[in-house]
């Protein structure tokens, strides 16, 4: 028999709930209709006046080839962050999860990169890797490779990749943990007793038990490889060379706050919200199937 909980005040739970829908109203509601209206505008340069223009900014964005292959360096970016990030967190989780000596000491060691901002990570990558300076940067150069992520593309790309993934590790990281130590003991006791491997105990009791967790943290990643990476991009190459870096929220930024197009970036970020919703939903539909909730 399920207790409903009940208020001797009826204004408390309104209270309660207050604070939360004047962040959502303030943060997300208000930022997100504004977005909308402007991107529907066009103004002068100095934000004077404003004509009404129709879908006049969508058109544009949607035909510039630029923004095009944007779409294209962000498909790639939030793919490899998301499956990197994912991936490495839950090789480190099942590890830590082991009895290891010292197992407490490095869980406490891979929680810590997550209290960083995302450009203060981003520095830390740069003085690493700077082919000047850095220490990895140096060692590439001495054996021989010629790495220089300001003027080569690729590296730029590979280097925002592997510094959004390690930060978004430790995050991931929390919450695999926490799903492995939900599994019973005694489930995988009896599965070893049984003769299975520990390969075939991951594949075959583990990781179903860990769908929900994986695909909470699918959802979340997406969304952070889409809007919380423009200070690690920011930080490491401003979106170069030649645009190699440069992915959708980052071109909201440069076309928005740089250039002072506000109808063009609104309809980009109107553009971009219209995708991680899609992306969302399309994951809620198919990929929670197969989810496995216990």
């Keep these: ?11 408390l739970p309104y209270l309660l709930l207050a604070p939360q829908v004047t962040v959502t109203l303030v943060f997300f509601i208000w930022p997100a209709a504004n977005a909308i209206w402007q991107s529907v505008h066009l103004q002068d340069a100095f934000g004077i006046r404003s004509e009404f223009v129709w879908f006049e900014n969508f058109t544009h964005v949607l035909s510039d080839p630029n923004y095009l292959d944007t779409l294209k360096v962000t498909v790639v970016f939030s793919i490899a962050v ?3 990030a994912m991936g490495v967190a839950l090789l480190l989780a099942v590890l830590a999860d082991s009895k290891i000596k010292g ?3 490095y869980k406490t060691l891979l929680i810590w990169p997550y209290a960083l901002a995302p450009a203060v990570a981003a520095v830390l990558w740069m003085f690493i890797f700077n082919p000047d300076i850095g220490s990895f940067g140096q060692a590439l150069r001495a054996l021989g490779y010629d790495w220089d992520y300001r003027l080569n593309g690729g590296q730029a790309l590979v280097m925002v990749i592997m510094a959004a993934s390690w930060k978004q590790v430790s995050y991931n990281f929390i919450f695999f943990l926490a799903g492995l130590q939900a599994i019973p003991r005694s489930v995988m006791e009896a599965a070893s007793i049984d003769g299975a491997g520990p390969m075939r105990r991951f594949w075959t009791i583990t990781f179903p038990l860990l769908s929900p967790t994986t695909f909470f943290l699918l959802v979340v990643d997406m969304v952070y490889a889409f809007f919380e990476t423009f200070g690690t991009i920011h930080a490491l190459t401003q979106g170069g060379p030649g645009k190699a870096t440069e992915t959708l929220i980052f071109r909201v930024y440069q076309d928005g706050v740089v250039n002072n197009d506000l ?11 219209v995708i991680v919703i899609a992306l969302t939903a399309v994951q809620f539909r198919f990929v929670e199937r197969k989810v496995h909730y216990a």
């Design 1 to 11: 028999m399920q207790r409903r909980v009940t208020f001797d005040n009826r204004l």
């Design 82 to 84: 998301t499956v990197l």
């Design 103 to 105: 197992a407490r000491a």
């Design 263 to 273: 109808g063009g970036s609104s309809a980009q970020s109107v553009i971009l919200m």
